[in-house]
């Protein structure tokens, strides 16, 4: 659809009135601002102050919901001015000898990033997903290299589960003066830098807004997909209605 504003009927009060984009939907100034904000812009999550839970020893992840306490306390901590997690999303904790080590994140990447489409050789974005959070807040050696093992296996398995057809892989951004060492021990491949340029939507048109962003270093991981089959064929149909059975569960996927 389009995101520019236009006049017309309001599809929410009928009223004629100078309308913008809403979910589908054209709607008028004032049926825009007396809409429920129910989870305060953050895409369903939100903070908490409840303090990390143990659970038993042993290194693995725990899928949890993007509104889950421990996970928000944690995201918001490492992205104090995040809007939250639009789009697909896979959460979660990370635990470790006893308590949660960190957590992280996967959910749609950015809409038509030629770098990212080109590097994939696809026209949809829905074949792959961004690494969106990682933090770990226990120092441990090999740690996160280990995490971001598992995390690929389970990412895949629970993308399968819930939208029946495997991924082609993950794509991330590391801003500096980090320099993405993790991906490199991880086998993924770097891309390039980003343009930096950052896109927001303004408030009271919903119009794309370019401002000056930071450039980013750009990695991207390919899945060995003779691993990954779905009734004997590869890749499965991404346009696919996703079966049933991907409800939450804290499957275990232990490090080697």
């Given at each position: 659809?389009?995101?520019k ?6 599809d929410r ?48 992840l ?17 992205y ?41 050789k ?19 050696h ?16 629970d993308?399968?589960?819930k ?21 490199k ?22 119009e ?16 060995k997909?003779s ?11 991404p346009?696919?209605p996703a ?14």
């Amino acid at each position: 659809m389009s995101w520019k504003s236009k006049v017309g009927l309001c599809d929410r009060c009928g009223k004629p009135a100078k309308l913008m984009p809403s979910f589908g939907k054209f709607i008028c100034r004032d049926c825009k601002n007396n809409r429920p904000n129910k989870m305060q812009g953050n895409a369903g999550m939100f903070s908490s102050n409840q303090s990390v839970f143990s659970f038993e020893d042993g290194l693995y992840l725990e899928r949890v919901p993007k509104s889950d306490p421990v996970f928000g306390k944690m995201f918001f901590e490492h992205y104090p001015g995040s809007k939250g997690i639009p789009g697909r999303s896979f959460c979660y904790l990370i635990h470790n000898n006893g308590s949660v080590a960190g957590i992280i994140g996967f959910n749609s990447p950015p809409s038509n990033y030629s770098i990212f489409r080109s590097y994939f050789k696809v026209e949809s974005d829905n074949m792959f997903m961004a690494n969106n959070v990682f933090r770990i807040v226990e120092s441990e050696h090999n740690l996160a290299t280990r995490v971001m093992k598992i995390a690929r296996e389970r990412l895949q398995k629970d993308h399968m589960g819930k939208w029946g057809f495997p991924l082609l892989g993950i794509v991330t951004f590391v801003e500096p003066p980090r320099t993405g060492a993790l991906y490199k021990a991880d086998n993924w491949d770097y891309l390039g830098m980003s343009k930096g340029i950052a896109m927001k939507r303004d408030k009271e048109t919903w119009e794309k807004v370019y401002t000056p962003g930071i450039k980013k270093f750009i990695y991207g991981y390919k899945y060995k997909m003779s691993r990954w089959r779905l009734g004997g064929q590869i890749g499965g149909n991404p346009s696919s209605p996703a079966p049933k059975g991907g409800e939450l569960a804290a499957v275990r996927v232990f490090a080697p």
